[in-house]
């Protein structure tokens, strides 16, 4: 079983930054790809980022240029760099964890761009 907490958001202006943190409970990155989702009222869930367990990181296009994902091994944590947020970035961001076997998710941490 994996537990994953993240934290980090909150309310920012256009144009502003956050980094969302993502820890796991366990050492968890050389066997997981770690991702960061959102999902926006009356959206679906969207991949956002996404670190492989050998370092391969890949992006959806509406955050190309602006977000970055990252992790810490020594700490058993995935960051999310964001800058320029857009209010159209404005959703729930999910924390996941996935192999063959198994998915784990965070419970989520709300980011609002708005001014």
Do not use: H
Not at 22 to 51: D, H, N
Not at 64 to 81: C, E, M, P, W
Not at 98 to 108: C, K, L, P, T
């Amino acid at each position: 079983q994996v537990q994953l907490v993240e934290s980090g958001g909150g309310l920012v202006q256009p144009g502003g930054s956050l980094r969302l943190s993502c820890a796991a409970s366990r050492s968890i990155f050389s066997t997981y790809a770690m991702g960061w989702y959102r999902q926006a009222p009356g959206k679906q869930r969207e991949l956002v980022a996404v670190i492989l367990s050998g370092g391969y990181t890949n992006y959806a296009d509406s955050v190309k240029g602006r977000f970055t994902i990252s992790r810490d091994n020594a700490k058993n944590t995935v960051y999310l760099q964001m800058r320029n947020l857009k209010p159209e970035d404005t959703a729930v961001y999910y924390c996941n964890a996935e192999n063959a076997r198994y998915i784990y998710w965070g419970q989520g941490t709300q980011v609002t761009v708005s001014s």
